[in-house]
Structure formats: structure tokens, C-alpha cells
């Protein structure tokens, strides 16, 4: 089995174009760690190079549409193939502050936004906290622009989905696959470390659909599984949080992958699908394959039970479990 491979089915248990004008001005940034100056704490703006690349990316794409410049064109300009042309269209590769400065010259844009862009460019090619780890660059990609996301909407069939997960949980989740301890390890501090983005002051929105053969298969013994479900129980008591359980009562239903994740970038970017199983991990932001998630999304929303109802059935597999 190859190395990519195994970290994709230690990972497989993680998880079950809207049109945008050019803007002028800078995105508003999610806050990061708290430092302190002069007794005070004062918060800094996260370094996210996955959103940096992609806002950089859609921008310029926008930019030469409106322009009515040729990829062909860009690709001279800036001295690359077309296939390259391609991967800095989606924000596949990263623009080099050379590229920028070329491309700032080449619009005719200002000062300011020039300033702007430079400053995407840079923090582009610094190198966050998950791209430090060894994972799939999929996964990678969803760990940064879920930090930058309004709304994450997330489908599984098999486990917990990772956001939910304790930390009981998600050690019996990653040994399911033999590995080594250091690796397992490793893989739970990634999906701790991911739960951070609702503890902040303003989270995105958490909606979550589950099937109930989840809440029925136990994972690491009666008290761990008491544990997450509890924790299942509290979460979805915050504001902004949705949890539904598609019952067994609701016989055979149409899915399209044991686990999917739909993120809405709000205005910044475009939304983004993200999926994976035993063999690969995809992200997406082509129009055709958000327009089929947001329907499967919908469909699988309205054939689960209620929240109160959802509610009611976790905490009755809750009360059953024994130890």
C-alpha cells in the first residue's frame, strides 16, 4: 500500500461559482492567536495561504474576463504554459509577487490595490499549520477554507463527522486502520485542532446530517460512545448549529458518497465541495458539482428527522448504552 494511500483511509473515518465582481478593498480576516503588547492582548489576523491563493486566483480571473484578455495572453505575459494558465485560474498554483506586479501593471491598477495584492501574493506562499503535516492536498485544502467559510453544511453515513467528534471518539475512529501510534496520534490532533474554528467568537454555521446506523455502532467501548453522543447532545444547543438523523425508519435513500462536505465561502470566494473515500479525497469549486451537492444536500435534509426529533433519538441511543 503506498504512503499517499494509507494517509487517505486514516483519513477516510475524518469525515463523512457563484459569480463574484471584482472587489476593491481587502477581505475581512478571521482572527488567529492572541498575543501580548504592553499587557494587553491584542488578536492577529490568521495567516491563511489556502484562502490568500484562491481569493488571488478568482480576482485576476474575474479581472481578465471583464478585461477581455485571453488565457493565451496571460500565459505570454507572464512566461508560463497553458496548462499552468489553467492551474493559476483555479488557484492550483500560487502567482509569484513577480506574476502580481506584472499582472497590477498589465490592468493598470492603483497603488492601493496594488499594496492589496502584493500582500495576498505573500501570504499566499507562507506556509500555514496544515500545510506542516503530512495529508492528502484535498484534505489540506478543506482545513484552510473551512477557517474562511460562513456556512459548512456535512453529510455522513458511517461515523461522526470530525467537527463532533471528542477526543475519545476520534482516537477509536483513526485506529480502525492499523498504523502506527505516532501517525494515529497526529491524525487526532489534526481533527481537534480543526474543531477550533467554533470556538471563536463569530463561527460558521454547522449544518449536519447523519444517518442513525452512526449513532448505533459503538466506538471505543460504552463510556467513550456516552461521552460523544452527550457531546452530540450539548453541541447542537449553540447558535448557528443544525443536527438531523436520517432514521432507519426512512427504508433505502439516494446518497452520493458515504461522507460530503458543502462549504459557502460567503462573498469572498466561491463555494467548495469536499469528499473522500478509500481511495482519494476531491475538492471542487465547478459550478455543476455544487448546483448536484446543494440538491443532494436538500434532498437528504428533507428525509431526516426534525432537530427535536434528532435530538430525541441520539439521546434515547444515549440512555441504552451501559457501563
Known sequence: MSRELSHKIALWSNQCERDMPVRQG??????????????RGVTEPEVNPTVARREL????????????????????????AQSQVSR????????RLEDVERLCDWYGLGEGERRRLLALADESRRRAWWQQ?????????????????????????GVIPGYLQTQGYAAAAVNIIQQPPEKA?????????????????????LSVVIDEAVLARVAGGSRVMYEQLQHLLDFA??????????????????????????????????PAY?????LR??????????????NTWLKLQASALNPVESMQRIARYRDELRF
Open 88 to 95: 493559476l485560474d483555479s488557484g492550483a498554483r500560487g502567482f
Open 237 to 270: 444547543q449553540r447558535p448557528g448549529v443544525s443536527l438531523q438523523v436520517i432514521g432507519f425508519e426512512t427504508g433505502l435513500y439516494a446518497f452520493p458518497a458515504a461522507q460530503f462536505i458543502l462549504l459557502d465561502m460567503g462573498s469572498r470566494l466561491p
Open 57 to 80: 486566483a478568482v480576482y485576476f480571473r474575474r479581472l481578465r474576463e471583464q478585461r477581455g484578455r485571453t488565457p493565451a495572453q496571460l500565459g505570454k505575459l507572464l512566461g508560463v
Open 185 to 205: 496520534r497526529r491524525a487526532v490532533e489534526v481533527r481537534l485542532r480543526r474543531q477550533g474554528i467554533f470556538s471563536r467568537s463569530s463561527p460558521p454555521r
Open 26 to 39: 481587502g477581505p475581512t480576516r478571521p482572527t488567529g492567536r492572541t498575543r501580548g503588547v504592553g499587557g
Open 133 to 157: 503535516v503530512d495529508l492528502p492536498p484535498a484534505y489540506r485544502t478543506l482545513i484552510g477554507l473551512e477557517r474562511a467559510a460562513e456556512a459548512i453544511n456535512e453529510y455522513c453515513n
Open 274 to 278: 469536499y469528499s473522500e473515500d478509500l
Open 281 to 294: 479525497s476531491i475538492d471542487s469549486t465547478d459550478p455543476d458539482d455544487i448546483e448536484l451537492s446543494r
